[in-house]
């Protein structure tokens, strides 16, 4: 077994890899990911363990994340990726990564893989430790949407076929965009629903910078809700083997009676199937090991599009400090700003 750093020339090396190995997806360990962060000026690391027939059988992508005073921590979202979880293996890829962490004088290291509850242990054996706050949700809601569109309907809760509907009966109209233009009006929605529902978004210019990458690679695509001339709901989606994820959205304060983000998302959900998408993956809800309260409508919501199924359940974030006098004056600051 040896440590590699995957180079761009690697792109299509490293993302088979991700797809055939990634529990959600991998979106957020895709060579495409890696070249959004590096497009916000972050500081990169795809670093693999490959055995001794060039075979990978761990993958990491880490993201530097700068901190005010020169201060920064390398942050592994939704990884790393495994073939499985071997002790050995996962020992010999934590010693590469804190390898870079002393080199880049980076205070902590944070990863979140998608495993499912019960895999705790094998972090804890490399040395790390259960992190006091998520980043990537908890707990997550993916339905098969393999099944045909009159079955998949039937699967859903009535109330949501009959918001679906509803939605259709008013006229609300669907209208999809690959034009990074038309970003600014999923932004003004996205505002409205941070202000409305009390969350922090990113910068307009986020938002942007990942639809340019992803688009180009025929990886995205928003989502437009219009109701009596007016754009009243929009939806991010993106597209990644077999899984599409619901990445982002927003809608307007007004014209909540049209019922349009339940007829966005059925449209995003069969623009999916066309796209030979296996997966939806609705993100963070609540589930058993995470419970917030401010995510009770928002996962009724998303739960009305499959309420038989089981809730994804992940071991969820995980750290090594590796300044402890920088990651406690971090963790103060953080809980001033909530």
Same mark, same amino acid.
């Given at each position: 077994?040896?440590?590699?750093y995957?180079t761009d #020339? ?6 088979? @890899?991700? %797809?055939?190995?990634a529990?959600?997806?991998g979106? $957020? *360990? ?6 959004? #962060?590096?497009m916000?000026d972050?500081?990169i @690391?795809r %670093?693999a363990?490959?055995?001794d027939?060039?075979? $990978? *059988? ?12 020169e201060y ?7 990884g790393?990726?495994v ?6 293996n ?6 590469e990564?804190k ?8 205070f902590?290291?944070r990863?979140?893989p998608a495993?499912p509850?019960g895999?705790?242990k ?11 706050y998520?980043?990537?949700?908890k707990?997550s ?6 099944p045909?569109?009159?079955?998949l309907l039937?699967?859903f809760k ?5 918001n679906i509907?509803l939605?259709q009966?008013r006229?609300v109209?669907?209208?999809?965009s690959?034009?990074?233009a038309?970003i600014?009006s ?14 922090h ?19 995205a695509q928003?989502f ?6 007016k ?8 597209f990644?083997?077999q ?5 982002h959205?927003?809608?307007?304060d007004?014209?909540?009676?049209a ?5 966005l ?7 999916a199937k066309?796209r030979g998408?296996?997966y ?11 419970q ?9 919501f998303?739960t ?10 992940y071991?969820g ?6 300044n402890?006098?920088?990651?406690a004056?971090y ?6 700003r909530?």
């Amino acid at each position: 077994m040896q440590i590699i750093y995957v180079t761009d #020339q690697d792109k299509n090396y490293w993302n088979r @890899f991700i %797809l055939s190995n990634a529990g959600s997806g991998g979106l $957020l *360990q895709s060579y495409q990911w890696s070249e959004f #962060q590096k497009m916000l000026d972050n500081k990169i @690391f795809r %670093l693999a363990l490959v055995d001794d027939a060039g075979e $990978l *059988q761990a993958a990491a992508l880490l993201v530097r994340h700068e901190l005010p005073f020169e201060y920064n921590y390398l942050y592994c979202p939704r990884g790393p990726i495994v073939k499985s979880n071997d002790k050995k293996n996962l020992k010999a890829l934590f010693t590469e990564i804190k390898k870079i962490a002393q080199a880049e004088k980076s205070f902590m290291i944070r990863v979140d893989p998608a495993w499912p509850v019960g895999n705790e242990k094998f972090l804890l054996d490399v040395g790390l430790r259960r992190s006091d706050y998520e980043v990537q949700p908890k707990c997550s809601f993916v339905i098969d949407i393999a099944p045909a569109e009159d079955i998949l309907l039937a699967s859903f809760k009535p109330k949501t076929r009959y918001n679906i509907n509803l939605a259709q009966r008013r006229g609300v109209k669907i209208r999809p965009s690959t034009e990074p233009a038309e970003i600014e009006s999923f932004w003004r929605l996205l505002k409205q629903t941070a202000d409305r529902d009390h969350f922090h978004t990113h910068l307009k210019e986020h938002y942007l910078k990942l639809f340019e990458i992803l688009v180009k690679e025929n990886m995205a695509q928003l989502f437009f809700a219009e109701y009596d001339n007016k754009i009243v709901a929009a939806n991010f989606v993106t597209f990644f083997g077999q899984f599409a994820t619901y990445l982002h959205g927003g809608s307007a304060d007004m014209y909540r009676e049209a019922m349009a983000t339940y007829l966005l998302q059925w449209q995003g959900i069969l623009a999916a199937k066309q796209r030979g998408c296996v997966y939806y993956d609705f993100g963070g809800i609540n589930g058993k090991t995470y419970q917030n309260d401010k995510w009770a409508g928002i996962t009724r919501f998303k739960t009305g599009f499959g309420p038989e199924v089981a809730i994804q359940e992940y071991v969820g974030g995980f750290e090594l400090i590796l300044n402890p006098v920088v990651f406690a004056a971090y963790k103060f600051i953080k809980q001033i700003r909530g």
